[in-house]
């Protein structure tokens, strides 16, 4: 007991810290993207770049493209990665975007710069863009006949559907707006335009026992819970049993509950966007230009989601419904596991075991991806940690590439979404082509040293 006890409080503070810092801004616009980019997008849209019958000169560097552009973490990936293959994207492409966009994006790879060095930053664009154009190639040959049962599916499914309308096309955009308005981290957004003092005594007093019960070590990786988190974990739930309530049975109409749901999700999305920070006697409240942001971009769904036919926004709530239902209760689960496995894994250890260019320390760094997943932006700083105290620079590539593809809550939603088989296969050649990619980089790194 003594033994579990630790592990438990491990995996309940990872799930409360994710629930407060990740899956309102990130996670939840990804969802109604990927439902409005399978109810509203008609198949030719995205069989035209992505599809299996595509020329691979064109929807695999397409697919890369997209991926590079989004700035959000592996498991706001996986739900597009979802809605695009539903729609009839195929497997290799679809596979490409799904290892590309979280290592690669613009912004990860500006940080990674920033952090630890140029060099470092042009390794990892060149081999995830090789290696994940590579992995999505062998995916597509080895599953060939599944991806054509699938492409022949999606034809029956979505036949009746005619081309993309000006609306659908202003509701995706708009969508993609709430999501980098979000997420961006840009200092237009982070400035500071109004600060309301609220006369609250107690927010200091429930921020100090906030971390009694989830402490967290920043230098780890860790985030911990803060009075607004808090708030926001309590909306999470209401907001989940509202829409429970409102979307379950969506297409046969909406209820007083599917708007309350969708104005409860505004709001709360709102709300992320605020500033709050606890002190003594008071809290203080800055409206940023991410609330501004947020705010428009909100508008604007709301205004071309008007323009949708009833039976087009129904469609919409409904995949967007059944994104959450089937993939947010593996990815709490997949959270808690590695909030578990983090008490039990010292990182001196991995320090301490790829300190040099092997193929023991690449294989280790991967595994330690897999145990140790960090959100997009906080694993570069942790891996200028290892650096500082000793890793080697293969090692610790092999990482950035295999931590945003291979977190144990990644592999359950992917297997969900593709099948256990052919998610296997690509967690093995992912872990294969990141360990080789260390294993090279490396090797570079090494040859440049001795000429010095």
């Known amino acids: 007991m003594n033994f579990m006890l630790p592990l438990l409080q491990g995996g309940a503070g990872n799930l409360a810290a994710y629930l407060a810092a990740h899956v309102l801004l990130c996670l939840l616009p990804a969802f109604f993207i990927a439902g409005a980019m399978t109810a509203l997008i008609p198949k030719p849209a995205i069989t035209r770049w992505l599809g299996r019958k595509t020329p691979r000169h064109i929807s695999y560097p397409a697919a890369a493209a997209a991926g590079s552009l989004l700035a959000v973490c592996s498991c706001t990936i996986v739900p597009l990665f979802a809605g695009i293959h539903r729609k009839g994207a195929g497997l290799g492409p679809a596979i490409t975007f799904l290892f590309f966009a979280p290592a690669g994006n613009v912004l990860a790879l ?110 780890n990786g860790e985030e911990g819970v803060s009075v607004q988190g808090s708030i926001l974990i309590a909306l999470l739930l209401l907001l989940g049993a509202v829409a429970w309530k409102g979307m379950e049975n969506i297409t046969e109409g909406a209820n007083r509950w599917t708007w309350v749901a969708l104005v409860l999700a505004a709001a709360t999305l709102l709300f992320a966007t605020f500033s709050v920070v ?37 469609s919409w709530m409904w995949e967007s419904w059944r994104f959450v239902k089937q993939i947010f209760p593996l990815l709490l689960a997949g959270v808690f596991v590695v909030g578990m496995a983090r008490q039990v894994i010292e990182p001196v250890w991995i320090e301490s075991l790829a300190g040099s260019n092997d193929l023991k320390g690449n294989a280790i760094a991967v595994l330690f991806g897999v145990f140790m997943y960090f959100p997009t932006l906080v694993e570069v700083p942790v891996a200028r940690m290892f650096l500082d105290l000793g890793m080697h620079p293969g ?46 980089y490396g090797g570079w790194v090494d040859a440049f040293r001795s000429t010095m």
């Open 110 to 219: 500006a940080y990674t710069g920033s952090i630890l060095g140029a060099e470092f930053a042009l390794a990892r664009l060149t081999l995830c863009l090789l290696f994940g154009i590579g992995i999505g190639l062998l995916m597509a040959v080895i599953f060939r006949s599944d991806d054509a049962r699938h492409d022949h599916e999606t034809d029956g499914m979505f036949a009746a559907e005619a081309e993309i309308g000006t609306a659908a096309v202003g509701v995706l955009f708009a969508l993609l707006g709430v999501l980098l308005a979000g997420t961006l981290q840009i200092a237009l957004l982070k400035e500071s335009v109004l600060t309301l003092t609220l006369p609250i005594s107690g927010a200091q007093a429930w921020q100090t026992q906030l971390l009694q019960w989830v402490p967290f070590d920043a230098a």
């Open 278 to 314: 606890p002190a003594d006697g008071r809290l203080d409240v800055s409206i940023t230009g991410r609330v501004l942001a947020e705010g428009v971009a909100l508008a604007a769904v709301v205004w071309f989601a008007r323009g949708l036919a009833a039976s087009a926004w129904q």
């Open 395 to 440: 090692p610790l590539l092999a990482y950035l590439m295999a931590d945003p593809e291979l977190s144990l809550q990644s592999m359950v939603i992917i297997a969900a979404v593709i099948g256990w088989r052919k998610a296997m296969t690509y967690v093995g050649w992912v872990a294969l082509f990141s360990t080789t990619a260390g294993l090279l």
